[in-house]
């Protein structure tokens, strides 16, 4: 589907790569996501924060079309669409480059091409010294990496990033939120990113958006006015201690 362009800042045309059109979800008798409008464009990087069970996943779900809205509905100005999921889902009996290959081959991908895309998305996720390895042999963070590459071999203009550091440690987590922010910076996709981390939310994004508890719904919506590229310094800041605690007070008042 086709987003209608709108007239932006200056005159210029502003397409928003994904758009959610009063979107909500009930399961039964149960609404777990109120109608719910976001729009997020080329080169912006939305992350949702909100209690469990909110309907924060069950958002990028539905952008996937891995499930269907009870309500409203999502316009694409794009098909090209990347999911990184909250647990890395690598294959075990097919090493670290096949799996990083895995969608170009599905997608039908020239083996000289897939090898070509595998060979960037490795170096870009630091993971080529170890394409011969299996799931097994790699850490939680590489892994994640692993996961990471997978996606971003197709180059996706919408990438869904469904809670993927949750598990991690928080040293390895800091450091894969700046090879996501490397990646971001790169290639200017239209990301969409759910965490319960709202430090992680304020670090890596352009906007952050607060859910409140079930029946899901924005409550309160932040623009972060810090530059890219970001430091790890930048958490250890008045700036963005004032920032983040704005974010999660607003966070406990919808819980």
């Given amino acids: 589907m086709t987003v209608t362009a709108t007239s932006g800042v200056g005159g210029v045309t502003k397409r928003p790569l994904v758009a959610f059109k009063g979107v909500g979800r009930t399961f039964g008798e149960v609404e777990a996501l109120a109608p719910c409008d976001l729009a997020v464009d080329r080169g912006e990087f ?5 209690p469990s ?12 079309n891995l499930d269907q ?3 409203g509905g999502i316009e694409f100005a794009t098909d090209s669409i990347g999911y990184v999921f909250q647990d890395a889902t690598l294959m075990p009996w097919r090493n670290v480059r096949r799996n990083v290959g895995l969608l170009a081959e599905l997608s039908g991908m020239s083996k000289a091409r897939t090898r070509e895309a595998v060979d960037e998305a490795l170096a870009t996720v630091g993971l080529s010294d170890f394409d011969d390895h299996l799931p097994r042999q790699l850490s939680g963070g590489m892994k994640m990496r692993a ?3 997978r996606s971003l071999v197709l180059k996706p203009e919408v990438f869904l990033f469904d809670e993927p550091f949750g598990a991690l440690d ?4 800091g450091r894969l939120n700046l090879v996501l922010q490397d ?3 790169a290639e200017r ?4 990113f759910v965490t319960h981390s709202v430090e992680e939310a304020v670090f890596l994004s352009t906007h952050v958006v607060v859910m409140s508890a079930r029946p899901g719904r924005i409550v309160a919506e932040y623009d972060i006015p810090f530059d890219f590229p ?4 930048l958490r250890y800041t008045a700036e963005f201690a004032e920032l983040a605690g704005a974010v999660a007070k607003s966070l406990e008042e919808a819980s």
Avoid: H, N, Q
Avoid at 53 to 64: D, E, Q, V
Avoid at 170 to 173: K, S, Y
């Fill in 69 to 71: 809205p009870t309500a």
């Fill in 189 to 192: 996709f239209a990301g969409l």
């Fill in 147 to 149: 996961s990471l590459a």
């Fill in 53 to 64: 069970g909110c309907g924060k996943s069950t958002l990028l779900r539905l952008a996937s």
């Fill in 46 to 50: 939305v992350s949702i924060v909100g």
């Fill in 183 to 185: 990646l971001f910076l």
């Fill in 230 to 233: 970001r430091s790890l310094d």
């Fill in 170 to 173: 928080e040293i390895t987590r």
